[in-house]
């Protein structure tokens, strides 16, 4: 083969490569906040990939914003955590913003929301961020004996769920759903870790018309 056709076939695979990567789904980030056990982002980052068929990276740890804390409540204002995402440089040592198209914050503190006594974690369709507190889904916070790989399963559900609020979906009627409204910890615990037939329909629909076009502008709790 000529030096010309080897550039040129060279040429050609570069521009087929380009193409898969600049169509390749963009990548969810997982951010931790406060001292926990680590081992939980592992099960939440391999429960996030099998849901939305993306890859999930985990991010530096970063503060948790004190002004997003109620002295009087002793509990995290999970709205202002998200607002204040926008001051945090969370993308060092793990690439470019463009990289991702969401992003969740995984703390161990209590969260509320006006109007809530607490929540199990909130999602921003609009701005592609979500947060989720382990602190309800630890055994030891209703004085029984702990549970790690408990702990674990809750985790994975609740991170697929708000991030699932992040592309557009609302809660779901199947309590097997991973998108069912948990209004206590013993409905997070009948749920499943993935979508129902009909909220994994409506997720393809929403990636195959694109959720930047219609961003659903609702914040969503739980």
């Known amino acids: 083969m000529s030096k010309i056709k080897m550039l040129c076939v060279a040429a050609a695979l570069f521009c087929v490569c380009a193409g898969d990567a600049a169509g390749a789904p963009k990548k969810i980030l997982i951010i931790p906040a406060g001292s926990f056990d680590r081992g939980v982002l592992a099960e939440i980052r391999s429960s996030v990939e099998r849901a939305f068929g993306r890859t999930a990276d985990i991010g530096i740890d970063i503060r948790m914003p004190s002004e997003a ?3 009087y409540r002793r509990q995290y204002s999970a709205p202002m955590i998200l ?3 926008e001051g ?3 993308f060092p040592r793990i690439g470019q913003y463009d990289e991702y198209e969401r ?3 995984v703390v161990d503190a209590d969260l509320y929301s006006p109007g809530l006594k607490y929540v199990f974690g909130e999602a921003d369709p ?5 947060v989720m507190s382990l602190t309800r889904l630890a055994e030891d916070f209703y004085n029984r ?4 790989y408990l702990l674990y399963d809750r985790a994975a559900k609740e991170a697929v769920h708000e991030l699932g609020h992040t592309y557009g979906l ?3 009627p199947d309590k097997k759903c991973v998108m069912y409204f948990s209004n206590s910890i013993e409905d997070t615990d009948e749920k499943n870790a993935l979508f129902c037939a009909n909220c994994q329909k409506k997720y393809r629909a929403l990636m195959k018309k694109g959720t930047k076009e219609n961003p659903v502008r609702q914040k969503w709790q739980r």
Not at 126 to 130: D, I
Not at 145 to 148: K, S
């Open 69 to 71: 804390h109620d002295n």
């Open 83 to 85: 607002t204040a995402l």
């Open 88 to 90: 945090y440089d969370l």
């Open 103 to 105: 992003t969740l914050v």
């Open 126 to 130: 609009a701005t592609g961020r979500a």
């Open 145 to 148: 004996p702990r549970n790690r």
């Open 170 to 172: 609302g809660h779901c």
